[in-house]
């Protein structure tokens, strides 16, 4: 793709909530098995406000990204500046880590100004564990609750199938309702 090159992703709908398909046993298989009907949806106090939203994406796999947060690897401050007032629309997800560690992770991250200039954070589905008293959504609201900006959770980003891809540096455009759910990237 080349510079300016737009292109826009809608949520399927469904998603794999359980299991995998083997590959090597069963290579017949050549569709994703998305087997729940799921959404993209508001974790943040105004769950039910409509969503327009852009800015620099940026982000990734927390359990990559809390290494580097905060060193020149990750410098998401400087980022932000270069951004200007355009902000940042910011993109985590988990792998596999449970949610006790996820929530110390991004607790971490945010200390070391990993969300600085967001303008919302968008939130990967994650088959990750949760925790008795904890779940992978409580440890997001836990840690990045108390930033003030929208939280969407459920996109199919990361680990997860259909894995949409994010493009780090591109501009976004986030727009999360009840009849629409779309990330719009534009090459920069």
Request: proline fraction near 7%; hydrophobic fraction near 35%; glycine fraction near 14%.
């Amino acid at each position: 793709m080349t510079p300016g090159t737009t292109f826009t992703q809608l949520p399927p709908g469904r998603h794999r909530a359980h299991g995998r398909d083997d590959y090597i046993e069963t290579p017949e298989v050549d569709t994703f098995t998305l087997d729940t009907p799921g959404r993209w949806r508001r974790l943040d106090g105004d769950g039910d406000g409509d969503l327009d939203v852009t800015g620099r994406l940026i982000g990734g796999c927390i359990e990559t990204l809390a290494d580097v947060a905060g060193t020149p690897y990750a410098d998401v401050p400087a980022f932000a500046a270069a951004a200007g007032d355009e902000g940042l629309l910011v993109y985590v997800e988990a792998c596999e880590h449970d949610a006790g560690e996820i929530c110390r992770h991004l607790h971490g991250m945010r200390l070391a100004g990993f969300f600085t200039g967001a303008n919302a954070v968008v939130v990967g589905r994650t088959s990750a564990p949760g925790l008795p008293s904890l779940s992978q959504e409580e440890a997001v609201l836990d840690a990045l609750g108390g930033l003030g900006v929208p939280i969407v959770a459920g996109v199919e980003c990361g680990h997860v199938p259909p894995y949409m891809p994010i493009v780090n540096g591109a501009r976004g455009r986030l727009v999360c309702t009840a009849d629409r759910n779309e990330l719009t990237q534009t090459l920069a």
